[in-house]
């Protein structure tokens, strides 16, 4: 059983920085792209960085300049380091990844549970 456990959620004052962790357990024979995302309520998810295997990036435009996504394959993690927090980053944020789940290179798409990211004034 493949699980992605986030951390490193709270409240947070505008123009302040945390860090988020999720990692990946269970019967995993390699992780492709992994992802973050957030949500708030009445809206879609939205996409905020992905990161390849190979440690390409890609940023949506909100969080160009303010977010870094990373990753440490050997500990199975994807981290989001935020910085220059906004109220309007105020959020439920998931982590997503592409993970390989048999020899034969059955892929399949998991997500973390959530974590809870509050920007405060």
């Known amino acids: 059983q493949v699980q992605l456990v986030e951390s490193g959620g709270g409240l947070v004052q505008p123009g302040g920085s945390l860090r988020l962790s999720c990692a990946a357990s269970g019967v995993i024979l390699g992780i492709n792209a992994m992802g973050w995302y957030r949500q708030v309520p009445g809206k879609q998810r939205e996409l905020l960085a992905i990161?390849?295997?190979?440690?390409?990036?890609t940023y949506a435009d909100s969080v160009m300049g303010r977010f870094t996504i990373s990753r440490d394959n050997a500990k199975k993690t994807v981290y989001l380091q935020m910085s220059s927090l906004k109220p309007e980053d105020t959020a439920v944020y998931y982590c997503?990844?592409?993970?390989?789940?048999?020899?034969?290179?059955?892929?399949?798409?998991?997500w973390g549970q959530g974590t809870q990211v509050t920007g405060s004034s």
């Open positions: 997503n990844a592409d993970i390989i789940v048999t020899a034969a290179y059955t892929t399949r798409n998991y």
């Open positions: 990161i390849t295997s190979g440690g390409r990036t």
